[in-house]
């Protein structure tokens, strides 16, 4: 007899209600688990100001850090271009923005990635896969023994400057096997996948200046469905060319000091940046079973379009 077939003893009326007790309880524990908390028990971050991990992050947002400073002069000519008119063609309104002192550091070897396949790769897919595996080493996993693991992978990423500076260079050897998984945005989230051998769902979400907070959110859902059991998420973006900064400019977005002043009288437009922070995601009934350190819990997370 099945453990949960009611006694063959009972009377309808009996049976009738067993059954009901056993619904309620199955609605409850599915409606609790669409609830349930989300633990962030690892987190990997290269941010402006000079944010390498999470100890790092947290003396910036304490100390009060300016995190903005002038373009990189290996970026483009910052001068050249600069004109405080935004009506200007082809010229950048202001000078400054959030950038990384240093993007062109990768081992690719660490990785078991060629020289050849590196240097076609977007540096966001670089930079992703070495703050991914800072975070699952944060997070207290060993990244490279998470290969057939329930681990989802959720990546926000709206740049393509690497694509359109190859474009550009009208260099048609560059156009090899590795250009389109170099370039393309769903290979951001499957690269990861494929480097630590994960199974959990895998996919890269672009909805522009939201598109991290989409990829937590998504990461959460999955999560609380049961599609995965750890996931990944978070989302990367550098700043390679002018040209949508130039763009920006004419459409007069950009702030002329290159900060940010929201909710403030003096707010004369947002300044641009660049980084890759990525948090690992546990059910909190998980973490806590397995002794996990839980950095911060998320209650709750909702999309909408306004």
Known sequence: MNPVDPPPTL??????????ENSQAR??????????PIAVVGLGCRMPGGIEDADSLWRVLRDGVDAIGPMPTDRWDAEALFDPDPATPGRIATRHGGFLQAIDGFDAGFFGISPREAQGMDPQQRLLLEVAWEALENAGFAPDGLERSRTGVFVGAASSDYAYL???????GLLDAHFTSGIAHSVFSGRLSYIFGLQGPSLTIDTACSSSLLAVHLACQSLRSGE??????????LILAPDIYIALSRARMLAPDGRCKTFDAAADGFARAEGCGLVVLKRLSDARAAGDRVLAVIRGSAANQD
């Open 27 to 36: 609605v409850a524990r599915l409606e609790a688990a669409a609830r349930e």
């Open 228 to 237: 995965c059991d750890v996931a990944l998420a978070g989302g990367v973006n």
């Open 11 to 20: 009377t309808p009326l009996q049976r009738a209600f067993l059954a009901l």
């Open 166 to 172: 190859q474009l550009q260079s009208g260099d048609a």
